[in-house]
C-alpha cells in the first residue's frame, strides 16, 4: 500500500521523492519516521491541489506550508474487517 501511495504523490507531486518524503521503517532507517510513513512539507501548494483535485475534504488552514503526514494503513480483508492500530506517538501528533 505504501508503495500506491508514494506512486500517486510522485505523479501528482512535481517535487515528492522517496529519498526526501518516505519515512517508513520499512523503507529506510532513519529516525525522522516516528509520526508517519511519508512526511511532506508543501511550500508550493502541490500537495493541497492533488488532495483538491481527488475530492479529499479539505480543512480551512491547509494550504501553502502545510506540513502533511500520511500514515498508510492496510488490512488483510475489507476495510472493517479490522481495526487500525495507531501508536502512542501517532495519537499524540493528530490530536
Not at 500506491?4 to 529519498?19: G, L
Not at 501548494?45 to 488532495?51: C, I, Q, R, V
Not at 492496510?74 to 506517538?89: D, E, H, K, V, W
Request: aromatic share 12%; hydrophobic share 30%; glycine share 8%.
Amino acid at each position: 500500500m505504501g508503495g500506491q501511495i508514494y506512486e500517486w504523490c510522485q505523479k501528482r507531486i512535481p517535487d515528492f521523492s522517496a529519498e526526501q518524503h518516505w519515512s517508513s521503517r520499512i523503507y529506510t532507517l532513519r529516525k525522522q519516521g516516528k509520526y508517519a510513513d511519508f512526511n511532506y512539507q508543501d511550500h508550493e501548494g502541490y500537495m493541497y491541489k492533488a488532495l483538491h483535485e481527488a475530492q479529499v475534504p479539505m480543512m480551512p488552514d491547509w494550504g501553502v506550508g502545510t506540513k502533511y503526514h500520511l500514515e498508510v494503513k492496510s488490512t488483510q480483508g475489507r476495510c472493517n474487517a479490522q481495526p487500525m492500530i495507531l501508536s502512542p506517538n501517532q495519537i499524540n501528533k493528530v490530536s
